[in-house]
């Protein structure tokens, strides 16, 4: 079989997608056709607010038609040596290019879209800053639960390590 590494699964999800063998039939036939969707990412939107939380920053970056080659994980030289205070990380990236948490959403949304290589990472969207009801300042992040994509935040006047890099358009 030339596509000896599909398994069932994946023959029937396909099957599935195509509306059954009724829509086999007609891709087959010619009659439908398959379309490759764009995911196009607005980086304009305003972004989704946390309860009782506010934005403090949020960098605009257009729209981004989502390519994970086009991500670089980011991490300065104090994470990569151990920990970085995150008001100093938060000045570094003041000269960068991060994604806002538009991108984040945008991928809980899409979880399939989401390189396996970023499990284990707490991978960081500074381009979008936001106060909690304390007044604390945190960044969110994407993370993996052992069995999902989920969100959580860093506090940037805490310490950031090696684990939690930043999602910058790759250059």
Known sequence: MRYGELNLGQIEAIVNKLGGM?????????TSEVVIKDHV??????????????????????????????????LSDGQKKGRVEGNKLR?????????????LDYLLAHPELIPDEWKGKYVFFWGTIYRDSSG????????????????????????WRGRGPAALRAS
Not at 42 to 66: L, S, T
Not at 93 to 103: D, E, G, L, R
């Open 22 to 30: 009724e829509g086999v039939q007609r891709f087959l036939s010619g």
């Open 41 to 74: 990412i607005n980086c304009d939107a305003n972004p989704f607010i946390p309860d009782g939380w506010k934005v403090e920053e949020h960098q605009k970056g257009g729209q981004f038609k989502w390519d994970a080659k086009q991500v670089e994980l980011w």
């Open 91 to 103: 000045k570094e990236m003041a000269k960068k290019t991060p994604f806002n948490a538009n991108v």
């Open 136 to 159: 604390d300042l945190y960044v969110r992040c994407l993370c993996w639960r052992g069995s999902r994509w989920d969100w959580s935040g860093g506090w940037v006047g805490g310490g």
